[in-house]
């Protein structure tokens, strides 16, 4: 069984530089301990196109039993590039994967991203 799991960053921008901490850093180090679902390791931050500021999509993938985000998509209405751009950050990405009495669960995620800042993406906050 497939269990959707939405990923939202968990700390805000202000605390990651108050913390001279990375938005990724800060990202990662959010989920730390968590069992309730797959925990990131490894992020790579997303360059994209400026003329992509303040668009959001929502990403869904995957998580393998390695950790490795595959079958990467978003909904039909998203901008084709911005997507492929995202995708290609997210496909780097490395999770500890979900585990349900001692065996590795296979998990959807569904990870809403909103472009901040000209050069780069960040996990929305909701």
Not at 46 to 60: C, N, Q, W
Not at 72 to 87: E, F, R, T
């Amino acid at each position: 069984m497939k269990n959707v799991i939405k990923l939202i960053l968990a700390s805000s921008l202000l605390a990651s530089l108050a913390s001279a901490k990375s938005t990724e850093e800060a990202y990662v180090e959010s989920y730390a301990g968590r069992a309730d679902v797959p925990v990131p390791i490894a992020v790579v931050k997303p360059i994209v196109d400026p003329s992509y500021e303040g668009a959001e999509v929502r990403l869904s993938f995957i998580i393998e039993a390695d950790g490795a985000p595959k079958e990467i998509y978003a909904p039909a209405d998203a901008d084709a590039d911005l997507v492929k751009q995202l995708s290609r950050a997210v496909a780097q990405w490395k999770f500890k994967p979900l585990t349900r009495d001692g065996a590795v669960v296979r998990t959807r995620v569904v990870l809403p991203i909103r472009i901040e800042n000209a050069d780069a993406a960040t996990v929305a906050q909701r």
